[in-house]
Structures are given as structure tokens and as C-alpha cells.
């Protein structure tokens, strides 16, 4: 029954409430008026491919609207004991390479990546916040971690990208990245890439044209 609740009950219930539209256009109505920005939360991690692709998909897509991009690194995530976990991540890899196709990116790597591998990382960016130098970070990482490199990832291939994009050496903050777990999981998704944006959560990697679409809904577009 349990398992049955987290793999189709909860997502079932958690679509059908996102389709909930008033509350958030009064909302993003009342931030536009004190001049406040939108916010797109996205929980992502630097293991996944789907996250690589996404994180910079967003990111383009974001450009000429007027929202912060939250983006919320995390290493656990998933349904607890899940007996598909192992096909789930080779399965990740052939669709990581489908999702590359699509921004003109070829797949680097043939084997997924154990979570942990890349936790240092999650540990930086968590402890940053949101803004044109987190993001410039996380995009350039993915990118290099899934489609420019196929070896080990160590930290001193990653410290200078980080000094470039901050100007300062990396804090490493495990905490943050439990907290973004934790908040992954109170708004409804539990796997990577998600995006969380005006009271609805979208799979990130396939949904990006309707998140912007959602945004512009909302108001968040900019007019030329």
C-alpha cells in the first residue's frame, strides 16, 4: 500500500492540485505591484543528466522574464528502498542522451554517476544564493560533468570555476543541501530535475515549454 501511495496516489494528487490557478495569479498580481520578481525554484542534481540538460534549458528560457532561478542542488532524493533504482539511472543515460540532442550537446559519459560523487558540489552551490553567478556556476558544471568530460570529478577541477564566477573560494554547507531536500519533498516532487514555480511543480527535463508558458501566465514576461 505504501508503495502503491508515494509511486501513484501522491503524483496523481499532486498534478491535480497543481491545476489550482487563482491563487497563484493573485499572487504573482500582488508581488508585481510591490515590484517584486517571480521565483522558479529548480531541485536538481549535479549527478543526473536529465539535470544537466534542464538547469540550462531553464536558464535560456528565462531571459526576457522577470524571475529569479532558484536553483536547488540535492544529492538524496527518490523513492526510499526503490527496487528500480539501478535500471532508473541507465536508463537516465540513454535519456540524457535524447535530451542533449535537443540543445546540440553530445553525452560524454557511457556509465551514470553515483550521487555522492558530485555531493561536494551540491554542498557550494546550496550555500549560495540565487543570482547570475550561481547560475552561470551550475550550468558550466553540468555542462562539463556530462558533456565535456567522461573521468573522475574532484574538487580541484571545479574551484576555479567557482573563484571565476564568486571571486572567493567555495564554503562547502551540507546542511543547505539537506534543507533543499527537505523542501523537494515538501513540495511534492521526489526525483530530479523539478521545477517548482507559482504553486505548480513540473518535471523539468520534458515540461520546460510550459513552465515558461506558466510564467507568462503569470505575468512574468517582460514587454519590449
Known amino acids: 500500500m505504501r508503495d502503491w501511495l508515494e509511486r501513484e496516489l501522491g503524483p496523481r494528487l499532486i498534478v491535480a492540485a497543481s491545476t489550482v490557478t487563482l ?88 556509465e551514470a554517476i553515483a550521487p555522492q560523487k558530485t555531493a561536494f558540489l551540491a554542498t557550494w552551490a546550496a550555500a549560495a544564493p540565487p543570482g547570475a553567478s550561481l547560475t552561470r556556476f551550475c550550468t558550466e558544471a553540468c555542462r562539463r560533468i556530462w558533456f565535456e568530460s567522461d573521468g573522475e570529478i574532484e574538487a580541484a577541477q571545479y574551484e576555479p570555476l567557482w573563484r571565476e564566477c564568486f571571486g572567493a573560494s567555495p564554503i562547502a554547507d551540507p546542511e543547505a543541501v539537506r534543507l533543499n531536500e527537505k523542501k523537494m519533498s515538501s513540495r511534492g516532487p521526489y526525483e530530479t530535475p523539478a521545477a517548482w514555480v507559482g504553486g505548480r511543480w ?14 507568462d501566465e503569470l505575468g512574468w514576461k517582460v514587454e519590449r
Not at 520578481?37 to 540550462?56: C, K
Not at 522574464?65 to 532508473?88: C, S, T, W, Y
Not at 513540473?202 to 510564467?215: T, Y
Open 23 to 110: 491563487p497563484a495569479l493573485a499572487m504573482a498580481r500582488a508581488r508585481q505591484i510591490l515590484g517584486r520578481s517571480g521565483r522558479l525554484e529548480m531541485y536538481f542534481g549535479f549527478d543526473d543528466p536529465a539535470s544537466a540538460y534542464a538547469v540550462s534549458d531553464l536558464g535560456r528560457r528565462l531571459v526576457g522574464r522577470n524571475v529569479i532561478f532558484d536553483l536547488r542542488p540535492v544529492v538524496q532524493r527518490g523513492i526510499k528502498d526503490d527496487p528500480a533504482l539501478e535500471p532508473k539511472r541507465a536508463y537516465a543515460i540513454t535519456d540524457g542522451r535524447r535530451l542533449g540532442r535537443r540543445i546540440g550537446l553530445t553525452l560524454s559519459r557511457s
Open 202 to 215: 513540473f518535471f523539468a527535463q520534458d515540461r520546460s515549454a510550459q513552465v515558461a508558458d506558466w510564467l
